[in-house]
């Protein structure tokens, strides 16, 4: 793969909501991301007509029972009632054991299509640049890959497993009534018009509504999840009641999307018992009047009230159905909007180039980049840097040095220009071959709940205890590490809590010196530490930093001090470069103000 110098890369493309794909599409793109939900399809549906079948031998046997058996011209033929009541006893059987087969398949296929959506969805979260993620509130994008698939896990056990039933029973019970009396059949067809007319219309309606409640849904568990995630910065500024607010806010808003969809159902729900009442009365009423005219037996019309029944119960179960169906939808294209929207930091796939091993050479060429909608906050970004050079990257908060940082280590792609690693553009680089040889440290190191040495493994997952310890004495920490209860088997707690935020810095440390990186590229922390360990951390860092290129984003003047190279940001344009001692001596420059408020805040 080439890509021009300058070639506009995508940046941090919106996680798409899905909401523009029709129900049908909706179904057919879901199907061809999950094929398991459908393999075997074909037993299932022949175990669900066999159970369908299965139903109408009951009313069959009632009215062979009572015009033939019964009614018998030479007075009742007992052996035939016999007979029927077998056939019954058999039919009850067959509907039983066809049931149970076509419920167990589908309950077997959902739930492994499910695993599938599910693992499929949580990898592409991760597969989505940072940016991309971003889009979204993280909470509301948990819903996406957790309630939402439950609510087409919901659907597909239950309500396809009624649909599949229900659409079945009305066709055998439409078939046979008309078979026993056509005028009957019309009649119950009739008393259902309005329902079946209607049901497009509140399909509609009923997936407007839905939509609007699993977006409610994802923006409360946002609502609720940020509260949990910043507990002690809603405590310490003891702003309970606001961030209470804002939740009861996110519960109204999905309580109100509820119960207008609930609305939906409720109509369509009585809707359908007026036609179930009305066609039983029609049934009897005109059964009767056929009955007095001789053109219909007892037993016809008391099969016909089974018919009726078998008719009712899955036309009115599927008003129920059509309403879980818009919710699962809904719900299915927020998870199929994830699964395509593209990730757009790719892997270069097979023609992908991989670095060799040692210090890298830096090379920005015209780097330009713009957050999605926003405006430059990088400019024309045209740097060098020698394999094995040690650069500090300065400049005001707000100036671009984090930006930078995510270009380099590519978490993000530039709008244009072209970022090298010894001559190559990054995204020709294989992403096993970046992520070996290129490691960004942020100032705040993510640690897992874990102990220390599984957390320092992130940097190298095959590492043995014995490695971890090397490592720490290599970066002079290994008294550090003894001196904790169980060594590196300590546990660090959520977000590595029980850890001091220096501690947390020297795990992040020897995660990053196990992954052994060409170039090291570190956000340094800003959070104040004792002065031990401010010592500890400063030569594990130099160790850190020896034989290999290193950038490091300074927010201490004291490391753009010791640096070969320091470039000056300052709104998004590399404004002075060159050494310390060159550049404090350039007066009126940005440098020179940044140092000397430094140095009057810190007193050197
Ligand atoms: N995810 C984002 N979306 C939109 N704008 C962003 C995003 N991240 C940063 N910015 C904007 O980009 C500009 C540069 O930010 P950046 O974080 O690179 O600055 P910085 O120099 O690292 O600041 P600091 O020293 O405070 O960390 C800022 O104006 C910031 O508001």
Same mark, same amino acid.
């Given at each position: ?11 941090? /493309? ?16 879901? #199907? ?6 459908? &393999? ?53 059987? %067959? ?72 659409? @079945?029973? %009305? ?9 026993? /009396? ?5 009649? %119950? ?28 849904? @994802? ?101 129920? #159905? ?129 102990? #220390? ?20 004495? $290599? ?12 060594? %590196? ?8 809590? /029980? ?61 753009? $001090? ?39 805040? &810190?007193?050197?």
């Amino acid at each position: 793969m080439s890509l021009r110098p300058g070639a506009t890369g995508p940046v941090g /493309s919106q996680v798409s909501s899905g909401e523009e794909i029709g129900a049908v599409e909706t179904i057919r793109r879901g #199907i061809a991301q999950t094929p398991e939900l459908v &393999h075997g399809i074909g037993w299932t549906l022949f175990f669900a007509v066999v159970a369908s079948l299965g139903q109408v031998i009951v009313p069959i046997a009632v009215q062979q029972t009572l015009d033939r058996g019964l009614n018998a011209p030479g007075g009742p033929d007992l052996s035939f009632v016999t007979w029927m009541g077998v056939a019954a006893f058999f039919g009850l059987v %067959v509907t039983s054991v066809a049931s149970y087969f076509m419920t167990s398949r589908l309950f077997t296929t959902s739930e492994r299509g499910l695993a599938t959506l599910r693992t499929k969805a949580f990898r592409h979260i991760h597969d989505l640049s940072l940016l991309t993620q971003s889009t979204e509130r993280r909470g509301a994008l948990v819903s996406r890959v957790t309630s939402d698939v439950d609510q087409v896990s919901q659907f597909l056990v239950y309500g396809g497993l009624l649909l599949v039933i229900s659409v @079945g029973q %009305v066709l055998v019970a439409t078939v046979i009534m008309a078979v026993y /009396s056509w005028q009957l059949c019309l009649v %119950v067809w009739l008393c259902f018009a309005p329902l079946f007319i209607s049901i497009r219309y509140f399909q509609r309606k009923l997936s407007d509504a839905y939509g609007l409640v699993r977006r409610q849904a @994802g923006a409360m568990l946002s609502a609720v999840s940020e509260p949990v995630v910043g507990a002690s910065v809603v405590r310490s500024y003891a702003v309970q009641e606001r961030t209470q607010d804002r939740i009861d806010e996110a519960i109204d808003g999905f309580k109100a999307a509820s119960t207008r969809a609930q609305q939906f159902t409720v109509i369509s729900f009585s809707l359908g018992g007026i036609s179930a009442g009305l066609a039983n009365a029609g049934v009897l009423v005109i059964g009767v009047l056929l009955g007095l005219t001789g053109e219909m037996t007892a037993g016809t019309v008391l099969a016909f009230a089974f018919l009726v029944t078998l008719f009712v119960g899955p036309v009115q179960m599927g008003t129920q #159905i059509i309403t879980d169906a818009q919710n699962a939808i809904a719900s299915w294209r927020r998870v199929i909007g994830i699964l395509e929207t593209p990730a757009d930091v790719v892997d270069p796939g097979e023609d992908a180039t991989h670095l060799p091993r040692g210090p890298m050479d830096v090379r920005f060429e015209d780097v330009s980049f713009a957050y999605p909608g926003g405006p430059l906050v990088l400019r024309d970004v045209d740097l060098e840097f020698r394999a094995g050079t040690r650069v500090a990257i300065v400049g005001e908060t707000g100036s671009g040095k984090s930006t930078f940082a995510k270009l380099l280590t590519r978490l993000m792609d530039p709008t244009t220009g072209r970022v090298l690693l010894d001559g190559v553009d990054v995204r020709e680089v294989a992403h096993s071959s970046l992520r070996r040889g290129v490691v960004l440290v942020p100032q705040e190191g993510f640690l897992f709940d874990d102990t #220390i040495a599984a957390n320092v493994r992130y940097g190298r997952l095959e590492a043995t205890e014995e490695e971890i310890v090397r490592a720490a004495e $290599e970066l002079g920490l290994a008294d550090w590490l003894a001196g904790l209860p169980s060594g %590196v088997r300590t546990m660090v707690g959520q977000r590595g809590e /029980s850890l001091s935020a220096g501690e947390r810095q020297l795990v992040a440390l020897l995660r990053a010196h196990l992954a052994d990186p060409d170039l090291l590229v570190l956000d340094e922390a800003t959070s104040a530490v004792d002065p031990e360990l401010e010592v500890r951390i400063g030569r594990a860092l130099e160790r850190l930093m020896t034989g290999r290129t290193s950038v490091t984003i300074a927010h201490r003047l004291s490391t753009a $001090e010791q640096a070969d190279e320091v470039v000056v940001v300052d709104a998004g344009r590399v404004v002075q470069r060159g050494s310390h001692a060159e550049l404090v001596t350039q007066p009126d420059l940005p440098y020179a103000r940044l140092h000397a408020s430094w140095v009057a805040q &810190h007193g050197r």
